[in-house]
């Protein structure tokens, strides 16, 4: 079975400032993995996700996160945040022939002026 | 984007009651899933659905639970009778198809409230 482990629940950045937001998974195979994006009062909207090739994938807003096999891991990234990126971000993972996609808790980001 | 509709946003009910919460998919979209999510926790899987059966679903969707897509417009999971440790948030998802890569389009959620 795979799963997601987010290890930091809230994280503050300053506007302008770079971010990363650290996600691990575990799973003995090839994972499909997937940040998703939950504003306030909505539902949670796919930022990117990878499931092969290039290691390094590009999702909107100018968000990128890079898979690393050998560390297990999938942290996202941005170069300079903005106010409006305040937001729950959650890393997910599936397996090959698994529709079910399990989630992490979730990091809640705040963009402090 | 395309929009998942979940109606009603919040529901408060006494334990032992029904409830049935209800989703609008996206319209072309052929599978459907329900995650929980407990205040402060993660988001957990339920069940996922289709082509009017469920495919898979976890050790959260107890005997009490039920979905149907009876009209083929709303996809609806009850909860019969309902006990305090049902109330959280329910997020109904859909997708074009149930592959592993697939985007899941989410609803902004209803939360239910067991007194």
């Known amino acids: 079975a795979q799963s997601v482990t987010q290890p930091d629940a809230r994280v503050t950045v300053s506007e302008g400032a770079s971010l990363q937001l650290r996600c691990k998974y575990s799973y003995s195979g090839t994972p499909y993995l997937f940040w998703y994006v939950q504003y306030p009062r909505q539902g949670l909207q796919l930022l990117l996700k990878?499931?092969?090739?290039?290691?390094v994938v590009q999702g909107v807003n100018g968000f990128e996160a890079e898979f690393i096999k050998s560390n297990s891991s999938f942290h996202l990234r941005k170069a300079s945040v903005h106010w409006s990126d305040s937001a729950v971000y959650f890393c997910?993972?599936?397996?090959?022939?698994?529709?079910?996609?399990?989630f992490g808790a979730g990091t809640k980001l705040t963009i402090k002026p | 984007g395309p929009k998942v509709l979940q109606i009603p946003s919040h529901q408060i009910i006494d334990m032992g009651q029904m409830v049935t919460l209800n989703c609008d998919p996206v319209?072309?979209?052929?599978?459907f899933y329900w995650y929980k999510q407990i205040l402060g926790q993660q988001m957990e899987f339920l069940v996922n659905f289709y082509n009017g059966k469920v495919m898979e679903k976890s050790k959260l969707f107890k005997d009490q639970f039920s979905v149907e897509r009876p009209d083929g417009s709303y996809f609806t999971l009850k909860i019969q009778p309902t006990a305090l440790e049902d109330s959280a948030v329910y997020f109904c998802?859909?997708?074009?198809?149930?592959?592993?890569?697939?985007?899941?389009?989410f609803g902004s959620g209803t939360r239910l409230t067991v007194l």
């Open positions: 319209s072309n979209h052929l599978y």
């Open positions: 997910a993972v599936s397996a090959f022939g698994n529709e079910k996609i399990t």
């Open positions: 998802a859909s997708s074009v198809t149930g592959g592993s890569a697939e985007t899941l389009y």
């Open positions: 990878y499931y092969s090739g290039d290691p």
